[in-house]
């Protein structure tokens, strides 16, 4: 992919003069477009070769465009903070909502790169973190994002002569460390690997321009004209072509019994029993959260289940083990408008916790193979494709030493109403009964079958799915103790 841009491209005698005012003066008007319409966000990816112009054309794009509006995030050696989530969390932090630009100078393609040339990662794992990539990419894309992926090239010699030019001014001499003498030293092995990964992850939604550094203006018009076609690529309003993972949805089964009604709803606990078990794996859980071990791990926990469930009282029991300096519970409810700027993932991946802290999710990214493919709120390609992005999403988290437990707490239709109408005649929980449950009982079978159908698809070996039987909420309550336990300790 690279041939080409060796060429050392040059322009005609006066033509960034004739052409750089007008494509300025364009792609402040697209910029402005864009922000109008407010439907799309695009997200430029600047990488390629040291000394081949990456950071000029970053400020160039800031100094062509109105700068308020693009936001431009710098990365390097992940933060501490950083360092303690999965590696995409950062970039997942830095995408810009729609109508923005958003550039990332240095990007999820870098550290693949730096650790199959530097580190000596297998060839295995290089192309299983370029495979993540193209999930990634392709999700964004799906989600309405506008991806620009520029790659600034230089031959050897170009770029053997751009670090001499820079490292003998005194006013650039900084730009050149020993990180980028060091990297020179690997340039063959550095242009191998990077075509490799550039060849993989080109894509119809994705691809790849690679733009010949070596000469300034010409590298700036280029930069700017494939900038100014993104913007341009789509009229506004208009949504991106879905790219679907066609997940097959298993069909109901032919006798009527699946994972939710063949569980025994009749266990029940003794509430003298409840009492002394609740405080004994309290204690237990208070012990594990400050052990040695979540000093390298965090918890995350997951509770979704059916209106009136007792999920709200189970996380009360988990909460009442932990420091309250330590967690957070975060309840999802219909998205803000800040979260639908975003695409539909954003709004979990920013509430991952740090090391050693637990997060709990009262209701989660579930939500979009459940009430939204029920209630037609998400296409059936979008609710389709979630299946894998959340399966790759709970992966990554778990790569990462997330201890991460998905409880689907289980009521029968007699349950629920039995509580539904208790919480209308008794008026300190009134507040809990709203009309969009009744509503959403009538659709009850339908709910039935998205359950099931998640379960399948999305109960895996680094995040299996428990399913509790929770018509008696003591049990419940225990059993949600007891499996965080097992399984903190069950982490290697």
């Known amino acids: 992919m690279f041939e080409s841009a060796e060429i050392g491209h040059r322009l005609e005698k006066g033509q960034y003069k004739r052409e750089e005012p007008a494509l300025r003066q364009s792609l402040l008007e697209a910029q402005y477009e864009l922000l109008r319409a407010a439907h799309i966000p695009v997200v430029v990816l600047v990488a390629g070769a040291d000394g081949a112009g990456k950071g000029e054309t970053v400020n160039l794009f800031n100094q ?30 830095a995408l810009p909502p729609k109508g923005r630009i958003g550039i990332l100078f240095g990007s999820w393609y870098t550290q693949p790169i730096l650790d199959r040339v530097m580190h000596g990662s297998k060839r295995a794992e290089f192309e299983r973190e370029l495979e993540r990539i193209r999930r990634l990419e392709t999700m964004l894309a799906a989600e309405g994002t506008v991806l620009v992926k ?26 050149v460390t020993s990180v980028e003498r060091k990297r020179f030293k690997h340039f063959d092995e550095f242009r191998e690997t990077s075509e490799e990964a550039l060849r993989m992850t080109s894509t119809g939604v994705a691809p790849w321009q690679v733009i010949d550094g070596s000469d300034d203006e010409y590298r700036a018009l280029t930069a700017g004209n494939l900038l100014l076609d993104a913007l341009r690529c789509r009229p506004a309003g208009s949504a991106a072509p879905p790219t679907v993972s066609q997940t097959a949805v298993a069909k109901p089964p032919i006798d009527g019994r699946d994972l939710l009604n063949t569980l025994d709803y009749t266990a029940t606990l003794p509430r003298k029993k409840y009492s002394k078990k609740l405080e004994s794996l309290q204690g237990r859980l208070a012990l594990l959260m400050r052990s040695k071990k979540m000093r390298r791990r965090s918890l995350i926990v997951v509770f979704e289940g059916m209106d009136a469930a007792g999920k709200g009282s189970a996380i009360r029991r988990v909460t009442q083990a932990l420091d309250a300096r330590s967690y957070h519970v975060i309840p999802i409810a219909a998205p803000t408008d800040e979260e639908r700027a975003q695409p539909y993932l954003w709004r979990f991946w920013r509430h991952i916790p740090r090391h050693d802290a637990a997060v709990i999710f009262d209701r989660s990214w579930y939500g979009r193979v459940l009430v939204e493919r029920v209630e037609g709120f998400a296409a059936e390609p979008d609710w389709m494709r979630a299946y894998s992005e959340i399966n790759d999403f709970e992966s990554q988290l778990a790569e990462s030493g ?89 982490a290697p």
């Open 64 to 93: 062509w465009m109105d700068p308020r509006h693009i936001h431009a995030h710098a990365f390097g050696q992940p933060t501490e903070e950083e360092a303690e989530r999965p590696p995409m969390w950062r970039f997942w932090q």
């Open 150 to 175: 520029l790659w600034f090239h230089l031959s050897r010699s170009a770029q053997r002569d751009r670090l001499k030019k820079l490292s003998s001014d005194k006013r650039t001499a900084w730009r």
């Open 402 to 490: 997330t201890v991460l437990l998905k409880f689907w707490l289980a009521i029968t239709p007699e349950e629920q109403l039995r509580r539904f109408k208790e919480r209308e005649e008794i008026p300190f929980k009134r507040f809990k009964i709203t009309q969009e449950d009744w509503r959403n009982r009538d659709k009850w079978p339908e709910y039935e079958r998205a359950v099931c159908d998640m379960i399948e698809q999305t109960s895996t070996d680094v995040a299996p799915w428990d399913l509790i039987a929770a018509n008696d909420k003591l049990h419940a309550r225990v059993e949600v103790l007891r499996r965080i336990c097992e399984r903190i300790e069950a």
